[in-house]
């Protein structure tokens, strides 16, 4: 048996002890999927370009998701010393590793919600 069926079998008593619990407790919702997706696409983006790429979001959310993406270890943050303060976000390894699975997503998606 593969994992993946294994971990498909696997019955929890509890949806806390579910692994998709934890994966939308801490990168699910609305901003961080689109965070990490815009990240995918552009490698490298500065505060401002994600505040403009993303309709709704204000600075104040923008800047707590970032924060618990980096918590995560899927976004690194750099700062330049410069003035005006220069910061750059990008992902991590392990921030990379869900394009996959964000594209799977993306895919299924497309193919079944209007």
């Known amino acids: 048996m593969k994992t993946e069926e294994k971990i498909i079998e696997k019955k929890y008593q509890q949806a ?5 619990t934890i ?3 801490q990168i699910g919702g609305k901003w961080k999927p689109v965070i990490i997706w815009l ?9 401002n370009e994600l505040d403009k790429a993303i309709d709704g979001i204000s ?8 924060k618990d993406l980096e918590k995560l270890k899927i976004v690194n943050r750099k700062s330049y010393p410069v003035i005006p303060p220069k910061v750059e976000y990008r ?3 392990k921030g990379k590793s869900l394009k996959e699975n964000l594209t799977k997503i993306m895919e299924w ?3 079944n919600l209007k």
């Open 59 to 66: 600075q104040k959310m923008l800047s707590q998701q970032l």
């Open 109 to 111: 998606s497309n193919a």
């Open 39 to 47: 990240l995918l696409l552009n490698e490298v983006m500065r505060f």
């Open 91 to 93: 992902l991590t390894k």
């Open 23 to 25: 994966f939308m407790e």
């Open 16 to 20: 806390k002890e579910c692994p998709i």
